[in-house]
């Protein structure tokens, strides 16, 4: 595939980076990953809004203007065949000729980004979708999990604990036992018709999926939602849980911890909400 790296386009083959990267050396760096399908993004100018906080959370300068970015996912979406493209984009503090902990004063950030093909667009079809089995885990991860870093290691040893038992997700609680995420997606509940799931703060990433999906809700008005804490025993108890990210968008859980949700079976109130989100998130 043809990928992006400072400035230019190359195959993925020849595409180097310096080990010196502290991107490589320390994680120092800030990420996105958004879907496009036939040539359209979802959620472009909302991805690049959290990329821009993030980078400015972590003091990274990048004076790019947000055409410059739609320029490169433009082009790379085209050279690689237009189809159901995943978008990884990548920005790292650069490398600095030594490893010391403080952000270098003269090094430029390394961009970086690639396609990667994904499944079709989900549809809100209960014999076609696939439902998740899910396990729980106490999150370990820091307390700015509000930033898109690149250092996902905290998030991939909660994924691993959930893929070694053979489920697809792990869904992440803190200590006094309220959900805070899933290791790659945020999560909610359903519980009498009302869709709930926790309020953003620094433990969960501000998902655009989730941002899209509570606004369609929202605007449509069917379903009432809401923003507030949500236990283990209410995610035990609920008629249905479900997670959320990009290339997924809202995928219904039928297990939790080796337990039935609800009666088992997909709910209603996801296939609502995915028609919703699939009719308005472009
Ligand atoms: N994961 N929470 C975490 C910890 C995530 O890593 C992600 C996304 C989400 C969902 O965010 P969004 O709706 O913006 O995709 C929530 C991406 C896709 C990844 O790391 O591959």
């Not at 970015?69 to 050279?79: G, M, Q, S, Y």
């Not at 509000?146 to 053979?166: D, E, P, R």
């Not at 309220?178 to 998902?207: F, H, M, R, W």
């Not at 849980?241 to 997924?248: A, D, E, I, L, N």
Request: proline share 5%; charged share 25%.
């Amino acid at each position: 595939s043809t990928v992006f790296l400072n400035g230019d386009y190359l195959p993925m083959e020849e595409a180097r980076i310096s080990p010196m990267d502290r991107g490589f050396l320390f994680g120092d760096g800030i990420y996105e990953v958004l879907p496009s399908y036939a040539g359209r993004m979802v959620g472009f100018d909302p991805h690049m809004e959290r990329m821009s906080q993030g980078l400015s959370a972590v003091g990274i300068k990048l004076d790019w203007s947000r055409t410059r970015w739609k320029a490169v996912c433009d082009t790379l979406i085209e050279r690689n065949g237009s189809g159901n493209l995943g978008l990884y984009l990548h920005v790292s503090r650069g490398a600095d000729s030594r490893r010391f902990h403080a952000y270098p004063e003269n090094v430029s950030p390394t961009v970086f980004a690639f396609t990667f093909e994904i499944p079709a667009e989900p549809v809100a079809d209960k014999s076609r979708v696939k439902a998740f089995r899910v396990v729980t885990d106490r999150d370990l991860r820091w307390e700015r999990c509000h930033i898109k870093s690149t250092a996902l290691l905290g998030n991939v040893m909660h994924f691993q604990h959930g893929y070694q038992q053979g489920v697809d997700e792990t869904l992440l609680f803190n200590e006094r036992e309220e959900l805070t995420e899933a290791s790659a997606c945020n999560a909610y509940i359903v519980k009498d018709g009302v869709v709930i799931t926790p309020p953003l703060d620094q433990y969960k990433l501000p998902g655009i999926t989730r941002y899209i999906l509570l606004d369609l809700l929202r605007k449509d008005g069917q379903i009432p939602v809401q923003e507030r804490t949500v236990t283990k025993a209410e995610v035990y108890a609920a008629d249905e849980v479900w997670v959320t990210s990009s290339s997924k968008e809202v995928v219904p859980v039928i297990a939790v911890d080796g337990r039935p949700v609800g009666n088992g079976e997909v709910g209603d109130i996801w296939l609502q909400a995915q028609k919703i989100y699939s009719a308005g998130k472009f």
